[in-house]
Every structure is written in C-alpha cells, then in structure tokens.
C-alpha cells in the first residue's frame, strides 16, 4: 500500500510579540485573566504589508530544508487557511509562484482551526491515489487581520503564524508499523455555524468581516469533539492512548488541551503545548507545535504522533501517523 510519510517540517512566526500586558493597553483585561482562562501569555502578530503567503513560504523553505528536497520536485500544494491574500486566487498558486513552482497544482482549503487536519488528509488522499508524489501542506493564517481589536472577548485569543510539511508518497506494508499516515477521521457539522463565524464575506456582505465566538458554546462541545475522532482513531489502528507517543492538538486553549488529554488518559508528558507562546493560529497551530517539537527532538523515528483539531463549522478531525 502506499504511505504519505513526512519527510521534513518548518514553521514561521512574525517579529512582532504582543503580550498579555500590551493587550491589557488596548481592551479592559489582564494578563491573569488571560493566563487563567486560556494559557496564552503572547501571541505574534504579522507586520503591515506581511501576508499569509509570506509566511506560508517561509514556513515552506524551512520544511523544504529540513526535508532536503528542491521545491521544484513538488508536484502538489494544499494550503489550510481562512485568512488568504486574497478572495481569489488560492494563496496557494501565490505560495508555488514564489518557491518558483511552475508544475503540478496548488490549491487552498478551507476548515478554520481544523485546516492543517483537513488539508494533511486531502493530500494523503491524493498521494494514495496516484495524483501526486511529493506535497507540501501548509497551514498559514493572518487571524490579527479579521479580530476586532476592541472585543475583549476575542482579541485576547488569536495570533499569526505558518507552518508546513514535505509529504511523500512511499511503499508500505499497510500495518500501523509503517511510516506515514496510518489513520484520518474528518467531521463536520453546520448546524454550529453561528458559534464561530467572520460576519463579512464576498457573496453577503462584500466586506471582509470580523471574528464572532460564542465561547461558552464552543468550549462546551470543544472535548466530546475531539476525544470521539482521536478515539476513532485509536480503534482504526490498535494504537492506545498508553501506547501512543506524542498528542499535537490544535492550540486554542490549554484547558480544552489538558481536559482531552485526561478524558483520553493520554500523559500530560506526551502533550505538545505551544499555545502559551503562539495563541491560537488557526490552521497554522498543528504545523507550528509540530515543527517546534520534532526541532527539539522530542519526536523522533518511529515515534507514532497523534494530531487534532477542531474549529468554526463545526469542523474536527484527527491525523495518527509514525514518524
Ligand atoms: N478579559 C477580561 N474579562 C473578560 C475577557 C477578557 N479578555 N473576555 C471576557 N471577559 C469577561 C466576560 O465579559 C464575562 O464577564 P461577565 O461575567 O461580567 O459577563 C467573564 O469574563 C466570563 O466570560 P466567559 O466568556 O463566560 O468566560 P469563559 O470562562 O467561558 O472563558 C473563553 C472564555 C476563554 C473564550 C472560553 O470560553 C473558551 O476558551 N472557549 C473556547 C474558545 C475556543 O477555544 N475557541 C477556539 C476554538 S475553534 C478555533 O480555534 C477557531
């Protein structure tokens, strides 16, 4: 059978580092307040003019380093984002014109906080069936650019960044002792719309829009969400929450992090936490912990690794894969 197996990562955060007391200038909180609920204690914003294509390759070149492979032998770019350049073109063809990518196609997807998910499945399915060889998945978000910076209740949540990888199509036994992608499990739900949503777009408003959240209500579904496709997860493979190596969920909150951890009974040991540094970056929160771990070592061959995520839609979803 054929494996996507990840061949390398990269991530990118902007300069700029907001913290909690910054924001505490801008909106009536505390950097207690935001500690406490969240675990966020700063977050990266984009400077003016720094797009999410910017930062999409430059989290690109990076993993195309860390793989040791020339961006010419991509054949395939699926890049997660809700915050592109533009309506159209899909960031993604402005991500393949700056690497200097002339072949294969590039297209963006659509999930918010689930994208990375979404997109690392979309591109597994492709490779598996035949339509390419080599791809680089990208998540790669500008939130600060759709928040309202005079909602308390948002602005304090979100921040900017990239991340990516190289996935390659290889041989396989088709047992969970392969390499690569060994399970994915999507989900989706709109009747949730209205919990998370931008209330701009081209087709309703023709405005851009800001962030809306009912928090409560998203907190609320968060852990049932997320543990039931990591547990899907589980029983596609044999791999247990004992056996399991390394959890990279999606970093929105510490505490919806902690609570699946436990739920699940995976150790607190084995959980990758970026949020603290990072906020919430969307599509880009997998790719950035990801990278962060496997640069400090923690994860290595053969390690199996769960990601997760879940977002506006509802959408959710789980990776499993061996290192
Ligand atoms: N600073 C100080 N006070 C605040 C702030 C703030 N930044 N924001 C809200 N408050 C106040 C509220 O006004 C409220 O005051 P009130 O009681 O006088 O009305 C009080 O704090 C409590 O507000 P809640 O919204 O009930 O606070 P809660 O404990 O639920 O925490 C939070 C809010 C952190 C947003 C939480 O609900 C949460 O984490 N929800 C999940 C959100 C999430 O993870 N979204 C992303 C997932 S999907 C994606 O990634 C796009």
């Not at 935001?34 to 430059?58: C, F, K, L, P, Y």
């Not at 991340?163 to 989900?187: F, N, P, Q, Y």
């Not at 949503?197 to 852990?223: F, I, N």
Request: hydrophobic share 45%; glycine share 10%; with cysteine.
């Amino acid at each position: 059978v054929t494996r996507s197996v990840i061949l390398g990562t990269g991530s990118y955060l902007p300069a700029k580092r907001l913290t909690n007391d910054e924001l505490a200038e801008m909106v009536d909180t505390s950097d207690e307040w935001i500690v406490q609920r969240t675990g966020i204690q700063a977050r990266h914003i984009a400077a003016r003019g720094e797009m999410t294509s910017d930062m999409a390759v430059a989290a690109a070149w990076r993993a195309l380093e860390a793989a040791g492979v020339a961006p010419e032998t991509i054949d395939l770019i699926v890049l997660a984002t809700s915050t592109p350049d533009n309506t159209f073109p899909a960031t993604a063809v402005t991500v393949q014109a700056k690497l200097g990518i002339t072949t294969g196609f590039a297209f963006d997807l659509q999930a918010v906080c689930s994208g990375f998910v979404y997109a690392l499945t979309t591109a597994d399915a492709y490779l598996r069936g035949g339509l390419a060889k080599r791809a680089l998945v990208i998540g790669a978000e500008t939130f600060s650019r759709i928040v309202d910076w005079s909602d308390r209740t948002t602005c304090v949540l979100f921040g900017d960044g990239a991340g990516a990888v190289v996935l390659e199509a290889r041989e396989g036994t088709g047992d969970a002792s392969d390499r690569g992608i060994l399970s994915c499990h999507l989900r989706s739900d709109g009747r949730h719309k209205d919990k998370l949503y931008v209330d701009g777009g081209p087709s309703s408003t023709q405005t851009v829009g800001h962030l809306k959240m009912e928090g409560r209500e998203v907190y609320k579904h968060a852990v049932s969400m997320i543990t039931d496709v990591i547990e899907d997860a589980f029983s596609a493979t044999g791999i247990t929450a004992q056996t399991l190596d390394w959890f990279v969920p999606h970093q929105a909150n510490r505490r919806i992090i902690e609570a699946s951890a436990k739920k699940l009974g995976i150790d607190a040991d084995k959980v990758v936490m970026t949020v603290g540094e990072h906020g919430n970056t969307s599509a880009a929160s997998i790719p950035l912990a990801l990278d962060s771990a496997v640069r400090d070592g923690r994860i290595k061959a053969d390690d199996t690794v769960m990601l997760e995520a879940m977002g506006g839609g509802f959408t959710w979803g789980s990776v499993l894969l061996r290192w």
